[in-house]
Each structure stands twice: as C-alpha cells, then as structure tokens.
C-alpha cells in the first residue's frame, strides 16, 4: 500500500485544490484527522511566521503572502498543535509543496478579501469547519478516483515510513506525530528547533525523487486561480 501511495502522489496535484492540500498535509506532517478540523488560519500564519514579512493587516489577506512566497521553494511550514486525543503538545512540519496546495487553496477561496485569524483552515462543502467525516470521505473518494483504497491512516504510516527510512529517531518521530513524550524531548525541541528541521528534510526533501515540473509564471497562475473562483 505504502508503495502505491508514493506512485499516485503525483496524481493529487491534479485534484480539487482543497482536497490536494489536505491530502498534502496529512501525508508531510503525520497529522491526524482531528487536528486537521482544528486549525484555523492562525495556524497556518504561524507555520510560515519566519518566511512573511508584511504590515499588521496583510497577512489576513492571503493575495498579499501569495505574491511574496508562493513562488519560493524552500518553505518548511512549522506546527506548533497539541494532540487533541491525548492532550500533548507536539511540532511537525510540512514541505514546500504542501504549503503551496495551502495557499492556493485560500486565494482560490478568499482571493484579496480578509481572512479572521480564527476561520477554519478547511471548510466542508457548506463552507463551515471540515468535519472528520468529510476528511474521510474526500480521502477515500481520491482512493476510488485512482483505484486504491486509501485512508488517512495511510498517509499517517507513509509519514512514519519516511522518517524512518531516513533513520530519525523513534523519539523525534513520537513527537513529530503528537505522541506523549518525556520532558526531555520537549526540552530538545526548545534548543534545537533547527536540528529537527534538517532531520526532516532527510526524509521529504533529500530524498524525495526528482520531479519534472512545468514552470508557471506566479502571475499567470494567480489568474488561472481567479477565474476558477466562483463569486
């Protein structure tokens, strides 16, 4: 299973945007399905906090951070959550690639309008917070798109199978996915904020396999996007 999730990764950046950053994110950050519910855009600005740089109000306006980073492919978005099942909190990380499938689907859904630090990340189709019903359902229907049956548990396992393939320590990857941990591992992570971060670049950007990729003048893509958006 893990092997055919690597050969249809591809295959996500042609779906619904929404549904490629969830996909996107779960897969490159371990995340579970109930934490994915609760981020809000505040989240996601302080994933991406030490990339922006802008005025008081630009940042609840997703245009202004597109035309600064979306073309920039260097950008490790940092998580900072509490595990909503056990109560701990915990640090991921996600790619460059995810952090893009984020922001295009915001412009796609807000474009220069204000975003409330407090708006759900993902919305359902009734444009209220995604529910894990939902995350499910538009999980298992890329699954049935591309002929494999896949769960969010199968992107949470791709994720463990990378870091470990990479031979990042069990502890580190208990604390990427929101395990409970020892104190000293969260005293790790307060000193070596950077370590971690190199660490998880062995495993999804170091040996993550070449892609060839058509590049997109950011002006041109941003218009694409604004004719997609419907109102």
């Known amino acids: 299973m ?21 996909m996107w994110l779960m897969g490159t950050s371990g995340m579970r399905v109930a934490d994915l519910c609760q981020l809000d855009y505040f989240d996601f600005l302080s994933s991406i906090a030490d990339y922006f740089q802008g005025s008081s ?13 979306r073309s920039r492919d260097d950008i490790i978005g940092t998580w ?16 460059p690639k ?36 939902e995350v499910t359902a538009n999980i298992t229907n890329f699954g049935d798109q591309v002929g494999l049956d896949i769960k969010p548990q199968h992107l949470r396992e791709l994720f463990v199978d990378r870091l470990t393939s990479a031979g990042i320590p069990n502890e580190i990857i208990k604390l990427f ?26 495993a999804f950007i170091s040996s993550a396999p070449e892609e060839v990729v058509l590049k997109v003048p950011i002006e041109q893509y941003k218009y694409f996007l604004d004719e997609m958006r419907i109102g």
């Not at 109000?57 to 980073?69: D, G, V």
């Not at 996915?177 to 950077?194: D, N």
């Open 177 to 202: 996915l929101g395990h409970k941990i020892i104190p000293s591992t969260i005293s790790y992570v307060a000193c070596h904020r950077e370590a971690l971060i190199s660490d998880y670049k062995k």
């Open 57 to 69: 109000t630009s940042p609840f306006r997703i245009n202004k951070i597109y035309e600064q980073i």
């Open 2 to 22: 893990k092997k055919e999730i690597y050969e249809t990764e591809d295959v996500m950046t042609c779906e619904c945007l929404h549904k490629n950053a969830m």
């Open 98 to 133: 995810t952090i893009h499938a984020i922001m295009d689907s915001l412009y796609l859904r807000k474009g220069s309008r204000q975003i409330d630090q407090n708006e759900p990340l993902f919305v359902g189709l009734n444009g209220k917070r995604i529910t894990p019903e």
């Open 80 to 95: 900072e959550l509490y595990n909503k099942k056990t109560g701990a909190p915990y640090v991921t990380f996600s790619t």
